[in-house]
């Protein structure tokens, strides 16, 4: 499908399914420079647990191929991990964001002086020619000693990446997305894309 699309120099079009807006238009930011509009699919998705991110996006993306017609899909999985609290949430993020927050979070922080954290984002692309294949994309930062900022979503308000002084929620998605891990994760597919419709035109 994709060698095809991409044969015919059509495709511009990728689905990811997931339920949040925000990651929709940040890859839609990314994207943008390689030509790649990206739409929202709605499918309630099964997220097993699991330390490793790569291992919860790939179950469940194979869970919904044979669901829906549209190609290619993508499905995007992220974390925010802290070193001081051994790695939490990581992959429990969506849990402990709807549990106790960024103020919980905050917390958990209060009095400790290794505030580093870092935010990862796995991105895997399903196509029926392809198969899949896997993009990841890391930013570090720390974690901020109060919320910041009314932009973005989840744990933006507490993050500060590294060469910024402000939160992600104190940054437009524009800006937010020259930093972040989903934004890394996106362009590596974009550069991939590129790089194979690049092989084919030759
Ligand atoms: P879908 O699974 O429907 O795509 P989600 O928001 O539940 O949407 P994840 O499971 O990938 O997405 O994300 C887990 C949590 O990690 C998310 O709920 C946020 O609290 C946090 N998170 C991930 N990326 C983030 C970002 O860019 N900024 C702030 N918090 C983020």
New binding site residues.
């Given amino acids: 499908m994709l060698r095809k699309e991409l044969g015919k120099g059509t495709l511009s079009r990728i689905y990811l399914?997931?339920?949040?807006r925000?990651?929709v238009e940040?890859a839609n930011i990314a994207l943008k420079p390689f030509g790649i509009e990206v739409k929202q699919l709605h499918i309630k998705?099964l997220?097993i647990q699991s330390d490793d991110l790569v291992e919860i996006a790939i179950f469940s993306l194979r869970e919904v191929i044979n669901l829906v017609n549209e190609r290619p899909l993508v499905?995007?999985?992220?974390?925010?991990f802290i070193p001081a609290l051994k790695g939490f949430?990581g992959p429990y993020?969506?849990f402990?964001?709807?549990t106790i927050g960024c103020q919980g979070i905050l917390k958990l922080m209060e009095g400790v002086e290794d505030r580093r954290a870092y935010?990862k984002?796995v991105v895997v692309y399903y196509d029926d020619d392809v198969g899949m294949k896997v993009f990841e994309g890391t930013v570090w930062g720390k974690i901020a000693t109060e919320v910041r900022g009314t932009q973005?979503?989840?744990?933006?308000p507490i993050?500060i990446p590294e060469g910024s002084t402000r939160t992600?929620a104190e940054m437009g998605p524009e800006e937010?997305t020259k930093y972040?891990?989903?934004g890394r994760a996106f362009r590596a597919l974009g550069y991939w894309i590129r790089n194979i419709l690049e092989q084919q035109s030759k």
């Fill in positions: 399914i997931t339920s949040n925000h990651k940040e998705r997220e499905v995007e999985d992220a974390g925010l949430p993020s969506s402990v964001y709807k935010f984002s973005g979503f989840g744990f933006d993050f992600f937010k972040s891990h989903r």
